[in-house]
Structures are given as structure tokens and as C-alpha cells.
């Protein structure tokens, strides 16, 4: 619900690691531009529009004290979905991965 006609619900990072993150949301058409977000832990961005975007690739950095770790990118030939999240999967290993929610079939 609340959706414009013909769009999509804004992509919305959620960033579950205890380090800070930063990196970028590509879009599949050349008329949408990326959007580079920057995201602290715990804490979830969400992107200001997107329209009738398709979401091809989501990478993100995430800043250790180890250092920057580049978390595995989420990528896509196009998608709609509208939730992902950062997840550290390993000792220095990081991920960005679909949100799927609880509600619906599984």
C-alpha cells in the first residue's frame, strides 16, 4: 500500500554489523542514477525516490577497525524488491542480502 501508480517502494538498507557501512545502489536504466548511501550500524537507510526503477547490484564497504572490508555485493539482472540488508557472515566477511519478511507464503 501507499504506492505511486507505476512505481516501486524505495529501496531501504538495513546495516546489521556493528561497523559502519557505506556503498551504492545501481539501477538498471540508464535514466534512474545511482544512489551512494552511507549507513551506521544498527541504523537503516532508506532511499529518498526510485520510481520504476529495477535494482541490478547493491555494494557496500563496511568500515572495521581491521580496516574497510568490501562486503559481498547483492546483484541482480533487475529486481523490484525493496529490502536488504548488511550481514557480517564471517569473522571479517560481510554480505548485502534480500530482506525476505515474515508475512506471506514461504
Known sequence: MGNRPGGYDPV????????????TVEYASIFCS??????E???TWRASSRGVCLLTRISATVRTP???IQAEP???SGT???QFAIIQVGANQFRVTRVVSGKGRR
Open 80 to 82: 523490484s524488491f525493496s
Open 41 to 43: 550500524r544498527d541504523e
Open 34 to 39: 545511482n544512489d551512494n548511501f552511507v549507513v
Open 12 to 23: 531501504q538498507i538495513v546495516n546489521s554489523t556493528s561497523f559502519n557501512a557505506v556503498g
Open 74 to 76: 547483492y546483484v541482480s
Open 66 to 68: 581491521s580496516g574497510n
